[in-house]
Nanobody, 113 residues
């Protein structure tokens, strides 16, 4: 079954750090610019960061300088390192492979003040 599986979410205090991981098959990661999205309660899902197959990245203005997206093609994973977390970062975070129309199940990240 083709799927993306996120892990690493959990409660964190403001100012803290967290690392999210997305695991997928080599076939999926090899043909996709991978993205991390998030959806806060009562809000639309929004793009957080993307990373192309060969490495260039792009970030939402709200997370620039605090979040870093990376990929390990040997391990078929995409990681989102989140630093200096704020309560406004509270959301369910999703991994996305657009060429395959795949979304992960989401991992919640509540940030307490």
């Amino acid at each position: 079954q083709v799927q993306l599986v996120e892990s690493g979410g959990g409660l964190v205090q403001a100012g803290g750090s967290l690392r999210l991981s997305c695991a997928g098959s080599r076939v999926i990661l090899s043909i996709n610019t991978m993205g991390w999205y998030r959806q806060a309660p009562g809000k639309q899902r929004e793009l957080v960061a993307i990373i192309t197959i060969v490495g260039p990245t792009n970030y939402a203005d709200s997370v620039k300088g605090r979040f870093t997206i990376s990929r390990d093609n040997a391990k078929n994973t995409v990681t989102l390192h989140m630093n200096s977390l704020k309560p406004a970062d509270t959301a369910v975070y999703y991994c996305h492979a657009p060429n395959n129309l795949l979304w992960g199940q989401g991992t919640p990240v509540p940030v307490s003040s």
